[in-house]
């Protein structure tokens, strides 16, 4: 099955990865690029204690080149969403990593479980605002630190119809409602998923779901969970 994944290029070459193993033939179209501000993490933790979280490893990749810098906080605790963040906090060093499979509500939830207090959210923009909503309501002290932006890119033309001419995709993955408001900002790849194109849509979560125009909803199904294993089970 030809799938195209939208994901930006870092996290995009690991799914076309596990795609090729899975006996499909991965299409790469990054719709989104990040822009990291190290020095400005590298500010925040110099000027906090706490522990840290991060609901995205593209936060873990901004401190990851801030080398000896960064060894100070390798003890710090870490809450992280999902089991590839949490790797890659590990691989860095980090020495205490708790996890949430779920989104960042959950995440939320378990901090306030271990009573973890003066958080320091590494996030990235734009995002939703799960994660921090949830920590307003319960009443647990945290500061944010903008460290990555995800920057929209367009696709040309020529990529387009190199994409959908001759055999087009059999699925789209999406992993974000940022990137799928994207994909359906573009006029091109919006008259590719016509109503009769068969192709199918395949949303990491609600939320990114609800990007679905309504005249293509019955092409669209929505991970199990909200990680890469259960998108990928729906191909």
């Not at 979280?53 to 992280?80: I, K």
């Not at 309501?137 to 001419?165: D, K, N, T, W």
């Not at 699925?171 to 009769?196: C, G, H, K, N, P």
């Amino acid at each position: 099955m030809r799938v195209l994944v939208t994901r930006p290029a870092h996290s995009a070459t690991r799914t076309a990865q596990r795609l090729r193993e899975m006996g499909h033939e991965p299409v790469l179209l990054p719709l989104r690029q990040p822009l990291h501000d190290s020095a400005g993490a590298a500010t925040a933790l110099a000027a906090t204690n706490g522990p840290i979280a991060m609901t995205s490893a593209e936060a873990v990749r901004v401190v990851s080149a801030l080398g000896e810098t960064l060894r100070p906080h390798l003890g710090r605790p870490l809450f992280a969403v999902g089991e590839a963040t949490a790797k890659e906090a590990q691989s860095l060093g980090f020495q205490s990593v708790a996890t949430s499979s779920g989104n960042g509500r959950d995440l939320a939830d378990l901090v306030a479980a271990q009573r973890a207090d003066g958080l320091l959210y590494l996030a990235g923009t734009p995002r939703a605002e799960t994660f921090e909503g949830r920590l307003r309501e319960l009443g647990i002290r945290f500061s944010i630190a903008e460290c990555y932006r995800m920057q929209p890119v367009a696709p040309s033309p020529a990529e387009i119809e190199a994409i959908f001419a001759g055999v087009p995709p059999q699925a789209v993955l999406f992993y974000s409602r940022q990137t799928a408001d994207d994909f359906f900002d573009v006029a091109e790849l919006r008259s590719a998923l016509s109503e009769e194109s068969g192709i199918r849509l395949l949303c990491l979560s609600e939320a990114v779901a609800e990007a679905i125009p309504a005249a293509l909803k019955k092409k669209a199904a929505i991970a199990p969970m909200p990680d890469e294993k259960s998108l990928l089970s729906l191909l």
